[in-house]
C-alpha cells in the first residue's frame, strides 16, 4: 500500500438505492447503508427486518475503521460462508469501509445449492455497492494551537498557505485553535508550528 492509499480511504455518505436480484424464484434485496459502529449497524438491520417482515434472511457484511481496521459477515442462516463471506468480499473488491450491504432474502422454493448462493449473494452485494454514490475522504488528525493575539497574523498565514481547516476556535486571554490535518501532512505541519515563536501544541487522535 502505498503512503497515499494509507492516507485515503472510500465509503459512502448516504445509503444507496435498493436493488434487485432473482434467481430460481428467489428474491435478493441489495442495500448499502453508511455506518460508523456496530449500533449503527443493528439498527439498519432491525428496519429491514420491519421492512420485510416476511423474507427469511437478512445476510450482511460490514466494515468499520478508516483504516479498514474491523469487519464482520453473516450468514444468517444460510450455510456456512455461502452468503456473508461473498457479501464482504464485494466491500472489500470495492475499497469501501464505514459501509454495510445486507441481501434480505425470500426464497422462492427452489434450492441454489451453495455454489448459487455465492454467486447470488455477491451479485446482490455487487448491486448494492454500484448504486450507492461512493466517495473518496482523506484521514484527517487534529491538532491543537495555543497562542497569544500577537502571533495571529503568523499562525493565519500559515493556515492559509497550507490550506488547513480551522475545527474550532476559541478567543480568550489566550487564542485556541483546532485545526484538521492530513494524516501525511502532519509531522510537517507540526514543525511548521513548532518552529514558530509562541505557539504550543497538543497533538490529539481523531
Not at 27 to 47: H, L, M, Q, T
Request: glycine residues 6%; aromatic residues 12%; charged residues 30%.
Amino acid at each position: 500500500m502505498t503512503s497515499e492509499e494509507k492516507d485515503t480511504y472510500k465509503t459512502i455518505l448516504k445509503p444507496g438505492k435498493e436493488t434487485l436480484f432473482k434467481d430460481r424464484g428467489s428474491k435478493f434485496f441489495g442495500y448499502a447503508f453508511p455506518v460508523v459502529s456496530e449500533d449503527d449497524v443493528k439498527d439498519c438491520i432491525e428496519e429491514l427486518k420491519k421492512q420485510h417482515h416476511t423474507a427469511r434472511h437478512f445476510c450482511y457484511a460490514w466494515q468499520l475503521g478508516k483504516s479498514y481496521e474491523s469487519y464482520r459477515a453473516n450468514d444468517d442462516g444460510e450455510p456456512s460462508n455461502s452468503a456473508g463471506m461473498p457479501i464482504y468480499g464485494q466491500l472489500q473488491a470495492f475499497d469501501v469501509t464505514n459501509v454495510l450491504v445486507v441481501s434480505v432474502r425470500y426464497f422462492g422454493g427452489t434450492k441454489l445449492g451453495v455454489g448459487g448462493l455465492i454467486q447470488a449473494y455477491k451479485t446482490s452485494a455487487q448491486l448494492a455497492l454500484e448504486a450507492s454514490k461512493i466517495v473518496k475522504r482523506t484521514i484527517d488528525e487534529t491538532l491543537t494551537i495555543t497562542f497569544n493575539y500577537p502571533e495571529m497574523n503568523t499562525v493565519m498565514r500559515i493556515i492559509k498557505d497550507e490550506n488547513l481547516k480551522i475545527v474550532s476556535q476559541k478567543m480568550e486571554l489566550t487564542c485556541e485553535f483546532v485545526l484538521s490535518v492530513r494524516k501525511k501532512e502532519y509531522e510537517r505541519i507540526f514543525d511548521l508550528f513548532q518552529n514558530t515563536y509562541k505557539v504550543t501544541l497538543k497533538k490529539e487522535e481523531v
